[in-house]
């Protein structure tokens, strides 16, 4: 399995081409000539759009993060409708869970909230809920990443985030960690869903049905793998050693 590692600055959110300075200049300008023309000759939601390319530009391809949300978030003030808005606060959210921007991500998690209060769409909403879940990683937070991401496993769209398998990967370690055998025969064992994935996903179908069938030798055999990948984990690494603790004693228990 593919998962994200914090050494890997070239995600799969890079750049698409190795781009010259003067071929970013010229782009930049091709840019801002549109943003200026939409002012003098079309309308907000046009100056919006043009913006948010322009940011875009300077995030995937740039990778100059902090000019890249600074643009974003003239883009949010431009921007009329809540699911407009959390457009923006996605791409931010992107960024500094790459950066690992604790204090930045609370906050914008926060603002889209709010956002779905103001009736944001049911998109948006099933997406705040993985970005949160891997904040919630982040924080060590792991009875509540392990909601989040539960409850998004049958609606799951967040690709710009994570691939099916990685957030399926994320779902269930947190599960087996947090989540009493009721929920887990519902929501791990027996869901279609991660059923339809598990095998390809490196030592997690063997980890899983062991623990909950309490073959423990098997358990152990498997964990090793899984420890393994969360030592090189984007989110998870820091908390290795955390992980491993407390999922012992839930398996000895």
């Known amino acids: ?40 000759r079309e309308g907000d939601t046009e100056i919006r759009d043009y913006t948010f390319d322009k940011a875009e530009f300077i995030k995937n391809e740039v990778r100059d993060f902090v000019e890249a949300e600074k643009i974003f978030r003239e883009t ?31 906050k914008d998690i926060a603002t889209a909230h709010q956002l779905i209060e103001e009736g944001a769409d049911w998109d948006k909403k099933n997406k705040l809920k993985v970005f949160e879940g891997c904040y919630c990683m982040l924080i060590r937070d792991f009875s509540k990443a392990a909601d989040l991401l539960l409850q998004s ?17 994320y779902a269930v370690v947190m599960a087996l960690l947090t989540q009493n055998r009721k929920v887990l025969k519902k929501d791990v064992i027996h869901s279609p ?16 049905n062991s623990f909950y069938d309490c073959e423990y030798k098997a358990f152990f055999e498997s964990f090793v793998g899984i420890i393994e990948t969360i030592k090189r984990d984007q989110y998870l690494q820091d908390h290795v050693n955390y992980y491993a603790r407390e999922m012992r004693l839930v398996a000895y228990r």
């Open 1 to 40: 399995m593919n998962l994200r590692f914090a050494t890997d600055k070239e995600k799969k959110r890079g750049p698409s081409k190795k781009w010259t300075k003067s071929e970013i200049d010229a782009e930049l300008k091709r840019l801002d000539d549109k943003i200026e023309e939409a002012k003098e």
């Open 76 to 106: 949010y003030q431009l921007s009329g409708t809540p699911s407009r808005k959390m457009e923006c606060i996605f791409e931010i959210l992107l960024m500094n869970l790459e950066k690992v921007d604790l204090d930045t991500l609370k």
């Open 153 to 169: 496993i049958p609606t799951f769209t967040c690709v710009e985030l994570l691939d099916y398998k990685e957030f399926v990967f």
């Open 193 to 208: 869903d991660v059923l339809s994935v598990i095998r390809d996903i490196p030592h997690l179908k063997k980890f899983a």
